[in-house]
């Protein structure tokens, strides 16, 4: 069996992992962008009204993070061990962050004498949890120092313009996914609220993905060549310009649904974008997908039980939870 399942396993768990980061940036991106418009919104009504949105799905949302690490950890150790050496300060920062958001918003309810320090709390992890995923991308797509398998820079090699303008922009597409989302779940004054902003976060983060794609085709030659070479990557800023027109459309037309839709698809197509200039390496231009993988062995025993059970288990929970709680958040609802 193992034989039969050995040529196509590294592809199989490179899908699955392309999978469970776009589907963690969809969905966690959006309550970390309720907990960054946190900060823009001072109306304890609105607040709580955004709390009660992200209430029954924000700590599911994160299992997919947690799928993240186990697919790498499994399926690409070699990859695992070059991203937390090269990322170890913005990997602990995003955790840090994450206990921040999840103690605050239990706290907030029952703590209000200092609930001010845990809307600080709730605000702060979500912007540095946006940040430093946004930052990780682009020292990634800017290349780091691998030798041998190893990563041979220095802690705050990460840190470079272009992986800061990458995580600023993460934080306003974040705010983007969250705005969309706030549209789609409230009513009243919160969503004509969100409706408001929606088109400033929308030229901030078409701003923010111009000035990223014209600096990496400026500064990758290698990039350049195989956009020159395979044109139909030329497609997905298309499809990025069409789904920004269409959540414009949408937000003139306050038709509900479509902000949050068409940012997602933003989302898509910039994710699309980023692998097909990659493909097929994984760490670019040091390991490719199949250089990176486990053995055959390891593949397959990580199938029969990631595979078929946890990610199935994980996606029909994930469905389920979403199903239950659909439809709009009343205003007077809040976290509990």
């Known amino acids: 069996m193992i034989e039969q399942f050995s040529f196509s396993l590294p592809l199989f768990w490179s899908a699955v992992l392309a999978?469970?980061?776009?589907?963690?940036?969809?969905?966690d991106g959006f309550d970390l962008g309720v907990g960054i418009l946190f900060?823009?919104?001072?109306?304890?009504?609105?607040?709580?009204?955004?709390m009660g949105s992200i209430a029954p799905v924000w700590d599911g949302?994160?299992?997919w993070l947690v799928l993240i690490g186990t697919t790498l950890f499994g399926a690409f150790p070699v990859v695992y061990a070059i991203f937390l050496a090269a990322f170890y300060l913005p990997v602990a920062l995003l955790l840090v962050a994450l206990i921040l958001r999840g103690v605050a918003f239990e706290f907030r309810s029952k703590d209000k004498g200092h609930r001010w320090l845990w809307d600080l709390g709730f605000v702060f992890g979500?912007?540095?949890?946006?940040?430093?995923?946004?930052?990780?991308?682009?020292?990634?797509?800017a290349g780091i120092a691998v030798e041998d398998g190893r990563f041979v820079g220095g802690p705050f090699d990460w840190l470079t313009p272009f992986a800061v303008l990458c995580g600023l922009g993460l934080v306003v597409g974040y705010a983007l996914l969250g705005a969309g989302w706030l549209v789609l779940k409230t009513e009243g004054g919160l969503r004509d609220w969100a409706y408001a902003w929606l088109p400033r976060l929308l030229a901030g983060v078409i701003g923010a993905v111009v000035l990223a794609l014209v600096a990496t085709l400026i500064g990758d030659f290698e990039v350049v060549r195989r956009w020159l070479e395979q044109p139909w990557l030329f497609l997905f800023p298309l499809l990025a310009g069409v789904a920004a027109w269409g959540l414009w459309r949408g937000v003139k037309a306050r038709r509900d649904w479509?902000?949050?839709?068409?940012?997602?698809?933003?989302?898509?197509t910039a994710f699309a974008m980023l692998a097909g200039s990659f493909w097929p390496w994984i760490v670019p231009y040091h390991l490719t997908v199949e250089q990176a993988a486990a053995p055959a062995a390891s593949l397959s025993f990580l199938f029969y039980g990631i595979g078929l059970v946890v990610l199935p288990v994980i996606m029909v929970y994930t469905a389920a939870v979403y199903w239950i709680f659909r439809g709009k958040v009343s205003p007077e609802a809040g976290h509990d």
């Open 19 to 27: 999978f469970a980061i776009l589907v963690y940036v969809l969905l």
């Open 39 to 50: 900060a823009l919104n001072r109306d304890e009504t609105h607040r709580q009204q955004m």
């Open 61 to 63: 949302n994160e299992t």
């Open 126 to 141: 979500s912007i540095v949890a946006a940040f430093v995923q946004g930052a990780a991308i682009g020292a990634m797509v």
């Open 258 to 268: 479509q902000p949050w839709l068409m940012a997602s698809a933003q989302f898509v």
